[in-house]
């Protein structure tokens, strides 16, 4: 069975940084692309970053790049989001998941973490 489990949410200041991690089991990273989503209240989840495991091929979206940098460790099976310059429109639930193939559409990935709160105050 596949299992994403996320950590490294937190309360930061605007201009802070935040780590966040997402340790998986029951896939490989060569299988799979891996994304951050985030929904904040009242919002529809939003993509954030991906990253094809097979060549460590990553994409983001617009209101991130240059702040935000994905990353992956094969041999440990996690896959990061480090978040620099956050903002407090960065404030929201942050997921991990895991899909066949690239998309920035939340309903294509097929396991989903937990979910770990991010908030940014001004």
């Known amino acids: 069975q596949v299992q994403l489990v996320e950590s490294g949410g937190g309360l930061v200041q605007a201009g802070g940084s935040l780590r966040l991690s997402c340790s998986a089991s029951?896939?490989?990273?060569?299988?799979?692309?891996l994304g951050w989503f985030r929904q904040a209240p009242g919002k529809e989840r939003e993509f954030v970053a991906s990253?094809?495991?097979?060549?460590?091929?990553?994409m983001y979206a617009d209101s991130v790049k240059g702040r935000f940098t994905i990353s992956g460790d094969n041999a440990k099976n996690t896959v990061y989001l480090q978040m620099n310059s956050l903002k407090p429109e960065d404030t929201a639930v942050y997921y991990c998941?895991?899909?066949?193939?690239?998309?920035?559409?939340?309903?294509?990935?097929?396991?989903w973490g937990q979910g770990t709160q991010v908030t940014v105050s001004s």
């Open positions: 029951g896939l490989t990273f060569s299988g799979y692309v």
């Open positions: 990253i094809m495991g097979s060549g460590f091929t990553t």
């Open positions: 998941s895991a899909g066949s193939f690239v998309s920035r559409t939340y309903r294509e990935y097929d396991y």
